[in-house]
């Protein structure tokens, strides 16, 4: 039986939810849509394919280009798309020129593409040179391209060995070799707010997808370095912590690689009804070094519980977990917690096990001399004290630094 248009590419999503997590992952957050006629109507009038695009919160695609695509290549342009939102490209644009930074965040992502995927549709830009290169790195070797028309409409940019060429019709070339863009690139609009917070719910979208990737042995190829560069935290602690907790639980998807079985048409992300964090484990590292650290953590972990309906479980942990207490909606922590000695906070994570404790999310507060856990179970942020171990040191994705 002869698919859909909308049916072949979700059949393309689930191929990346099974065979490439981390992009399945975060794909689930980004329904596929068919382009409205008025997009459709836009672009042609702009000389533009309609192709594919994405606004980061929906994939956008052309049926008739769409209609034209392999399965191998629907597989590859949903990834693309996903690694523009990914790798927060438009909201890293800056004063950028637009048409020369589109290049750059294509050649970027291709690459990496190329690596897991062992091909690049026909037309996909890609230069071996520009490896393991961030989109800001391609974009100084590229040149400017804010040039006017020269005679009949010919554009030429040039810049050390690069050459690129756009005829009066709009076709490019690069280098000599033709390029057929499988994608437009949308401006993301909202306020500085709106993308403050679009920014940092993609942050940990990404990270969770990383981990579902490693608990699934199938980190993406190629993505080392811009991960890092990705992930390296600027929020402040406190922002981090609300921020995770609330997006982590508007979703039940949990990290273990996804049943067949459950896989479902148009399958993506639930959104969050009413206020709830649902059950939540805070594990406090009470070794002598944290102690200057707890009122300021123990004072947002108040305000989240005055906020939100939860029920936090909050274990005090040294070289194993001297309390237990349980708070929810509406109580207030008031105690303060003393220790002492060396610290294992993985005897805080056997714990959640030997009690049956199966929690949406886990906050753990420590100054990360202490063994770490093979792997990460629930989805974890990791909240380093101001005088803890180095950021890079500790293993995990979601991880961040107090501060003042």
């Given at each position: 039986?002869?698919?859909?248009?909308?049916?072949?590419?979700?059949?393309?999503?689930?191929?990346?939810?099974?065979?490439?997590?981390?992009?399945?992952?975060?794909?689930?957050?980004?329904?596929?849509v068919?382009?409205?006629k008025?997009?459709i109507?836009?672009?042609k009038?702009?000389?533009?394919?309609?192709?594919?695009?994405?606004?980061?919160k929906?994939?956008?695609?052309?049926p008739?280009?769409?209609?034209k695509?392999?399965r191998?290549?629907?597989?590859?342009?949903?990834?693309?798309?996903i690694?523009?939102?990914?790798?927060?490209h438009?909201?890293r644009?800056s004063?950028?020129e637009?048409k020369?930074w589109?290049?750059?965040?294509?050649f970027?992502?291709?690459?990496?593409?190329?690596k897991?995927?062992?091909?690049i549709p026909?037309?996909?830009?890609y230069?071996?040179?520009?490896?393991?290169?961030?989109?800001e790195?391609?974009?100084?070797?590229?040149?400017?391209?804010?040039?006017?028309?020269?005679?009949?409409?010919?554009?030429?940019?040039?810049?050390g060995?690069?050459?690129?060429?756009?005829?009066?019709?709009?076709n490019?070339?690069?280098n000599?070799?033709?390029?057929?863009p499988?994608?437009?690139h949308?401006?993301?609009?909202?306020?500085?707010?709106?993308?403050d917070?679009?920014?940092?719910?993609?942050?940990?979208?990404?990270s969770?997808?990383i981990?579902?990737?490693?608990?699934?042995?199938k980190?993406?190829?190629?993505?080392?370095?811009?991960i890092e560069?990705?992930?390296?935290?600027?929020l402040?602690?406190?922002?981090?912590?609300?921020?995770?907790?609330?997006?982590?639980?508007?979703?039940?998807f949990?990290?273990?690689?996804p049943?067949?079985?459950?896989?479902h048409?148009?399958?993506?992300?639930?959104?969050?009804?009413?206020?709830s964090?649902?059950?939540?484990?805070?594990?406090?590292?009470v070794?002598g070094?944290t102690?200057?650290?707890?009122?300021?953590?123990?004072?947002?972990?108040?305000?989240?519980?005055?906020?939100y309906?939860?029920?936090l479980?909050?274990?005090?942990?040294?070289?194993?977990?001297?309390?237990h207490?349980?708070?929810?909606?509406?109580?207030?922590?008031?105690?303060?917690?003393?220790g002492?000695?060396?610290?294992?906070?993985?005897?805080?994570?056997?714990?959640?096990?030997?009690k049956?404790?199966?929690?949406?999310?886990?906050?753990?507060?420590?100054?990360?001399?202490?063994?770490?856990?093979?792997?990460e179970?629930f989805?974890?942020?990791w909240?380093?004290?101001?005088?803890?171990v180095?950021?890079?040191?500790?293993?995990?994705?979601?991880?961040?630094?107090?501060?003042?």
């Amino acid at each position: 039986m002869t698919l859909s248009i909308k049916d072949s590419l979700l059949q393309a999503r689930i191929d990346l939810l099974i065979d490439h997590p981390f992009y399945g992952s975060l794909a689930l957050h980004l329904p596929l849509v068919e382009m409205p006629k008025g997009m459709i109507a836009a672009l042609k009038a702009m000389d533009m394919e309609p192709t594919f695009c994405t606004d980061y919160k929906k994939i956008y695609y052309s049926p008739e280009f769409a209609e034209k695509c392999s399965r191998e290549d629907k597989r590859f342009i949903v990834a693309h798309e996903i690694l523009h939102v990914g790798f927060l490209h438009n909201i890293r644009k800056s004063e950028r020129e637009s048409k020369r930074w589109n290049f750059a965040t294509d050649f970027a992502i291709n690459s990496i593409l190329k690596k897991e995927f062992h091909f690049i549709p026909e037309g996909g830009l890609y230069e071996e040179k520009f490896e393991n290169m961030t989109a800001e790195e391609i974009y100084n070797k590229l040149p400017e391209m804010n040039g006017d028309k020269q005679k009949g409409g010919y554009r030429r940019y040039e810049k050390g060995d690069i050459l690129i060429e756009i005829d009066k019709d709009g076709n490019i070339k690069v280098n000599g070799k033709a390029v057929k863009p499988f994608d437009t690139h949308m401006d993301v609009k909202g306020s500085k707010q709106e993308l403050d917070e679009l920014e940092k719910e993609i942050q940990i979208q990404v990270s969770k997808a990383i981990q579902t990737a490693k608990m699934a042995g199938k980190m993406p190829a190629g993505m080392e370095i811009l991960i890092e560069e990705l992930l390296e935290p600027k929020l402040d602690w406190r922002n981090m912590l609300r921020q995770f907790m609330i997006e982590t639980a508007k979703s039940d998807f949990r990290w273990e690689r996804p049943n067949r079985r459950h896989i479902h048409d148009d399958l993506y992300m639930p959104s969050l009804t009413g206020e709830s964090l649902g059950d939540v484990a805070v594990i406090m590292d009470v070794s002598g070094s944290t102690m200057n650290a707890q009122q300021q953590f123990l004072s947002e972990c108040n305000g989240l519980l005055q906020q939100y309906e939860m029920t936090l479980n909050l274990l005090f942990c040294d070289v194993d977990v001297t309390q237990h207490d349980i708070y929810e909606h509406g109580d207030v922590i008031k105690k303060k917690y003393t220790g002492g000695g060396g610290t294992d906070i993985p005897e805080g994570l056997k714990y959640l096990d030997s009690k049956n404790l199966n929690p949406n999310v886990v906050v753990v507060l420590t100054d990360g001399y202490t063994p770490w856990p093979d792997k990460e179970k629930f989805p974890t942020l990791w909240i380093i004290t101001k005088d803890g171990v180095d950021l890079k040191d500790v293993p995990f994705n979601m991880k961040v630094k107090m501060n003042d």
